[in-house]
């Protein structure tokens, strides 16, 4: 009983595959874009471009990547390609760790005045921000993120664009003062 099921399963993502053939299958659980019926032999929309790949321009003047366009990979979570919208805040901070899968730690450097001194003092906040599989990111890179509808616990930022990739400087350097 239990084996005729699993096996119907498996023919179902099987057949699914063959129709997305240019798809990433690198999870446990079958990838498919949420826009795109997969059990259709033409497209009907006219808003897929490439073998029925979905992407999307989120304006602010922010260009799509040619990943986003001509990739492979499948992540509801991207600006580009996924189920989110960018509204609210534009950031820019340096990447301090990518470690996480599709996460990164950005680093946001400012100054706050101490009025009894006169003075300021350099302060820091860091934010987990979503990184989408079209960007290719390493620590010490600044970067552009839009707020977006909460994705996890913390995460309420994505990555729109790299506006420097990383240079001599050092992961904790107060770089923007």
């Known amino acids: 009983g239990r084996e005729g099921a699993c096996i119907g399963l498996l023919s179902v993502a099987a057949s699914g595959r063959a129709i997305m053939s240019g798809v990433d299958q ?19 929309t006219k808003k897929v471009g490439r073998e029925g790949r979905y992407w999307k321009n989120v304006g602010l003047g922010i260009k799509t990547p ?11 979570k991207c600006p580009f390609t996924g189920n989110v919208t ?17 996460t990164i730690i ?13 003075r300021y003092e350099k302060r820091h906040k860091t934010l987990p921000v979503h990184c989408s599989p079209c960007f290719r990111i390493s620590a010490g890179d600044q ?3 839009g707020q977006c ?7 309420r930022f994505n990555v729109l664009k790299i506006t420097k990739k990383a240079g001599g400087t050092g992961k904790k350097g107060f770089e923007k003062f």
């Open 143 to 145: 970067v552009l993120v």
């Open 149 to 155: 509808r909460p994705l996890s616990k913390t995460v």
């Open 106 to 118: 950005v680093r946001r450097d400012y100054l706050h005045f101490i009025r009894k001194y006169h």
């Open 26 to 44: 690198t999870k446990s659980s079958f990838q498919k874009q949420e826009t795109i019926f997969v059990g259709s032999k033409r497209m009907l």
């Open 66 to 76: 040619k990943e986003a366009i001509d990739g492979n990979y499948i992540d509801k």
């Open 86 to 102: 960018i509204r609210g805040r534009l950031l820019s901070g340096t990447v301090t760790k990518a470690k996480m899968d599709r």
